[in-house]
């Protein structure tokens, strides 16, 4: 495909529920004429912020995995699925607790914790995904995995599905948002599952700011584009245009040890590391 765009950076985009985050990849693939990629999965039932990667960008992926997360949730109790959530068969299981109870849980799940991932989920089992497994009747256990959640918040009942309350929930990458609800249910003795999921901010990127699904098109898209030094989290370092770092060297840097935004002059260039007064670039990005 003919590329259409000039700048490298990241579209944040508000995927809508029911849709994969492949489909909106896809969709800014062809808009842009670029290989692209999200920096983290939503299911296809969760809306909001779905960070995409165009051109070199994509490449980051790694960089992202420790970032920030924040959620609404919505999660119906008194019943089970095999999904953890409302996309799977329901069984009613146990009660709907009260208010106060719910809160008193939450406190529990703060902190790092080990956390079982769900069945259905694109965890690796034995080179094939969790959700085929699954779907295809396989049985088969996950392993833990230590995740932190920075704050459980609840936010009240649910005013449009009985049996179910809301809750604001900052997390660190990789945690299963599907299992909080099904341990937070055990906890209080009964089934629980997710009903409803909105991601509203994903390290930099925040729900006020990312671009509905249906906005993008080929009119607009060069200007929704967030330039890929504007999100690193790293501090500048800036290098003569002539410098051998740009022929793969180590050079000399008067910087502390640490990754950096690498820049040839007023030009982006890359990511660099120092480490014992020495610069090198690890990732190009221009």
Known sequence: MERKVKTLGFVNVDKPSGMTSSAVV?????????????????????SGVLPVGTGNAARL???????EKEYVAEFVFGATSDTLDTTGELVPCGEVPGEEAVAAVLPRFVGEIDQIPPRYSAKNVGGRRGYELARAGVEFELPPKRVTVYSFALLGRSEERPGAYRFRIRCGGGTYIRSLARDVGAALGTGCVMSALRRTQSGFFRIGDAVPFDALGEENIEDVIVPTEMVLPFPPLVLEESSRAFNGLAVRAEAPDGKYKAFRGAEFYGIAEVRGGRAKIVTKLC
């Open 26 to 46: 896809n969709r800014v693939k062809r808009l842009t004429g670029l290989p692209c990629g999200h920096m983290g999965t939503l299911d296809p039932l969760a």
């Open 61 to 67: 992926f790694d960089y992202f995995l420790q970032k």
